[in-house]
């Protein structure tokens, strides 16, 4: 299983060298709300970094709009028209 040893000891590097990274990360395939959007976005919130989003735009529900319309800085990326 793999762990963040690695990601850790370069963030520290950059700290050293007092320079900040720059973050973020996507969620591939979505489609629908669901707890686990509800924990991506809220950890987006949380640590203040922007979340993309790639949604499959022919086969999104209308309710992952209102699941993700609040959360700043999201970016929605297209993942395939219907993903075949």
């Known amino acids: 299983m793999a762990d ?5 000891a370069e963030l520290a590097h950059w700290r050293r060298a007092e320079r ?7 969620d591939d395939d979505a489609v629908a709300p669901g707890p686990r959007l509800d924990r991506l976005t809220g950890l987006s919130l949380a640590a203040g970094i922007p979340l993309a ?23 929605l990326l297209v993942h395939g ?3 075949r």
């Not at 963040?4 to 850790?8: K, Q």
């Not at 989003?53 to 970016?75: F, M, Q, S, W, Y």
């Open 53 to 75: 989003l790639a949604v499959i735009p022919g086969r999104a529900e209308a309710a992952l709009a209102d699941t993700v319309g609040h959360v700043p800085g999201l970016k």
């Open 20 to 26: 900040r990274a720059a973050m973020w990360w996507r």
């Open 81 to 83: 028209l219907q993903h």
């Open 4 to 8: 963040w040893t690695d990601l850790e």
